[in-house]
Every structure is written in C-alpha cells, then in structure tokens.
Nanobody, 129 residues
Framework: QVQLVESGGGPVQPGGSLRLSCQVS????????MAWFRQNSTQEREGIAA?????????????YYAAAVEGRFAISKDSAKNTLYLQMDSLRPEDTATYYC?????????????????WGQGIQVTVSS
C-alpha cells in the first residue's frame, strides 16, 4: 500500500505562484512513476505533469507535461523526503481545480488516470482576483 497526502493548495491571484507537495509513505519499491492530475467541475480528471524515476538502464529522472501547463509548472521530487512537488507559476483562473497526486508501479509512465495505482485525496487551488 502507498499513501499520498497533498498540501500547499489554497487561493492565489492570477499571475501568482503556489507549490504543491505530496508526501509519500508506504511500500514504494518499484514505484517508477508519479504524476499530478487536476479536475474541475466541468472537466474530467486530466494529467498535467509526470515524473519517471531513473533506473540502471535509463538513469536520470524524466519529466512530462501537458501542453496547458508546460513552461509554467514544474514537477520534481525529493527522494530523501519522500515528497513530490508541483511548482506552479504564472497561474491563471483556468488553473482553478482540485489537484491530485498519483503514483504507478507500471511503465511506461503516463498521464492517464486509469493507469495510476494510488491517489491522494486532492487539494483545492483557486486562482481568482
């Protein structure tokens, strides 16, 4: 079992920044992929960023972004702290949503909701003036 707990959400003005954190606990050996998703009242849950942990045959983490956030958001992780991050800059009202972190033990890493194994409870981000 893996437990994921998000934090760092809240209200922010357009153009502002927030950093979301996802604390990971449990059995994570072989958990190659982590991702951030978001969902608002009018859209299905969408993947916005993912990170694949490097391994022996492919060292170095690899990141993936949806077009809607590329260049504004950055996904990263601190393995020593068992924490996943999402740095969100230049926020827009359309970024308002509930944000979820997710993890997968499968490869390749994707930003498809049905391919994730574990989910956090979600945290609200509201971008408004």
């Amino acid at each position: 079992q893996v437990q994921l707990v998000e934090s760092g959400g809240g209200p922010v003005q357009p153009g502002g920044s927030l950093r979301l954190s996802c604390q990971v606990s449990g059995y994570t050996t072989g958990m190659w992929c982590m991702a951030w998703f978001r969902q608002n009242s009018t859209q299905e849950r969408e993947g916005i960023a993912a990170i694949r942990t490097g391994r022996t045959e492919a060292p170095g983490d690899v990141t993936y972004y949806a077009a809607a956030v590329e260049g504004r958001f950055a996904i990263s992780k601190d393995s020593a702290k068992n924490t996943l991050y999402l740095q969100m800059d230049s926020l827009r009202p359309e970024d308002t949503a509930t944000y979820y972190c997710a993890s997968s033990f499968s490869l390749p890493c994707t930003m498809l909701a049905h391919q994730q194994d574990y989910w956090g409870q979600g945290i609200q981000v509201t971008v408004s003036s």
